[in-house]
């Protein structure tokens, strides 16, 4: 369902570059080996690479590298959450952090990482799943 969305709002995106960082790099590549996930369509390592392969050759898809002033964007993205026991938190504020100083817009399905962005006011892109019934 998600990635029906996905890929038809990628594919109106015909002037735009898109980057993987290393942490939704290694998320794709986890989802893609989660049966729980993935269901019957599970691959394994090699194969969730091959995918992660077939996306980096579209010239529009490229991975940015963690820019020197990460850590000190990061931490202060985490501030806000100080007081909670989060992992999903933490990876919020790291794709925050990493749209921040690379000047990029985030884009994802997660409304509440949509709404951490507008209020550090940091440019996101809302992406909404299509229902399997609704197309």
């Known amino acids: 369902m998600h990635s029906d969305a996905a890929w038809a709002w990628f594919s109106r ?14 998320g794709l590549l986890r989802l893609l080996a989660t049966s729980a996930v993935m269901g019957k369509d599970v691959q394994t390592i090699g194969e969730a690479w091959k995918v992660y392969d077939r996306w980096r050759e579209d010239s529009r898809v490229g991975i940015r590298q963690e820019p020197f002033e990460l850590d000190v964007a990061f931490r202060s993205a985490t501030r806000s959450v100080s007081r909670l026991s989060s992992p999903k938190a933490l990876g919020d504020c790291y794709l925050l952090a990493v749209s921040q100083v690379t000047d990029s ?11 951490m962005c507008r209020k550090a006011r940091q440019r996101v892109t809302l992406l909404e799943p299509r229902t399997l019934a609704g197309g």
């Open 13 to 26: 995106q015909e002037d735009n570059r898109f980057f993987f960082c290393r942490f939704t790099q290694l």
């Open 105 to 115: 817009t985030l884009v994802t399905f997660d409304r509440g990482l949509g709404s």
